[in-house]
């Protein structure tokens, strides 16, 4: 059994499929839905620190940790002070509003 989001191998995708895939920006990160959680949850509150993150998000600590560094990496969210407190920047807001029509309901 294939891959539940694998499309069926006896259909060919439609051209509008096709040129929705291929206008997708690969410079841009894509977003995971726990991405989007904490960038959703740091753009309503501002900042916050790393603990209360997650037990707002309900998002297991050590996740939220490896997820803040990642979008940290890429840019869409920063450190506010030397303690673990975070803040969404202005390409993480971007992020959010350009990923989340891709694949929410």
């Known amino acids: 059994m294939g ?29 995971t839905r726990s991405d989007e959680r ?9 900042a916050d620190y790393q603990a209360f ?11 939220v940790e490896s997820r ?5 990496d890429a840019g869409l969210v920063e450190r506010v002070s030397g ?4 803040r969404v920047t202005d390409a993480g807001r971007d992020a959010l509003r350009d990923d989340c029509p891709r694949w929410s309901d």
């Open 83 to 86: 303690e673990a407190v975070y």
């Open 3 to 31: 891959a539940p989001d694998a499309r069926p191998t006896d259909r060919r995708a439609s051209e509008s499929e096709a040129r929705t895939d291929d206008a997708l920006d690969a410079d841009r990160p894509s977003l």
């Open 53 to 63: 993150i997650a037990g707002n998000t309900g998002l297991y600590a050590d996740h």
């Open 68 to 72: 803040l560094t990642a979008l940290a």
């Open 38 to 46: 904490l960038l959703s949850y740091l753009a309503d509150v501002g």
